[in-house]
């Protein structure tokens, strides 16, 4: 899955409980996204960071913070979890915006009970 | 409003025949178009990556093709294997001219079944 690592694969959480999602890449891309995955709805961007410390907000980004401090780590954090957030998480990554070709993770699947 | 369209929504066939996947959409301004194949419980994988400028890609046996004018694609799968069985999924990319942004608007994809 070309070098992209994501942490945890699965996870069940309270509602009310804050929650943090690893991505680690070892390609050296410049951009990293996160994705939500749900029945009925194509894969929508949460967020998305263009370098070290640059971010920006997807679609769907209301409930979630993300931060990358480092080139290879992007985290995406659910501030105060709710069963709308249960999903599957996608990590992705690419060298340019929306030109090249995009990798993807093994996904994250949340649950909020 | 940016939309991508896909048919059939899912699909059975029997393995070795060919199948092709449609793919709709209504997208400004163009970029690219891609087409995607995801496992049950894996991230999605790059088939093909086409401009506009490029009306036919093939990967092995999956070929995509590209109408810019009626922005239509298809995805066409030649002598079709067990490990096929997937859903494909089209995805647009637009590019702003505000800096050097482009956004991928995504189809829900093409359950595809390949039965022995």
């Known amino acids: 899955d070309a070098g992209i690592t994501q942490s945890p694969r699965h996870k069940v959480t309270e509602t009310g409980t804050p929650v943090t999602l690893r991505c680690h890449q070892t390609e050296n891309h410049r951009y990293m996204y996160w994705y939500r995955q749900d029945p009925g709805h194509g894969l929508r961007l949460i967020h998305y960071?263009?370098?070290?410390?640059?971010?920006d907000k997807g679609e769907v980004s209301d409930g979630y913070s993300v931060s990358r401090s480092k080139t290879e780590d992007f985290l995406l954090t659910l501030e105060s979890a709710t069963s709308s957030q249960t999903s599957v998480y996608f990590c992705?990554?690419?060298?340019?915006?929306?030109?090249?070709?995009?990798?993807f993770g093994q996904g994250t699947r949340l649950t909020v009970v | 409003k940016n939309q991508v369209e896909q048919s059939p929504q899912s699909l059975i066939i029997l393995e070795g025949k060919n199948c092709t996947l449609q793919?709709?959409?209504?997208?400004?301004?163009?970029?690219?178009l891609r087409w995607y194949k995801q496992d049950t419980g894996r991230g999605p994988v790059s088939l093909t990556i086409?401009?506009?400028s490029e009306n036919t890609k093939s990967n092995g046996r999956y070929t995509a093709t590209l109408d810019a004018d009626t922005k239509q694609s298809s995805l066409h799968i030649t002598a079709s294997q067990l490990s096929d069985s997937a859903s494909y999924i089209c995805?647009?990319?637009?590019?702003?001219?505000?800096?050097?942004?482009?956004?991928?608007?995504w189809g829900l994809g093409t359950s595809l079944a390949v039965n022995p």
């Open positions: 992705a990554i690419s060298e340019g915006s929306g030109q090249g070709e995009a990798f």
């Open positions: 995805v647009v990319s637009a590019h702003f001219t505000a800096g050097n942004n482009r956004k991928l608007i």
């Open positions: 960071s263009y370098g070290v410390k640059d971010t």
């Open positions: 086409m401009t506009f």
């Open positions: 793919c709709n959409y209504t997208v400004s301004p163009f970029s690219n």
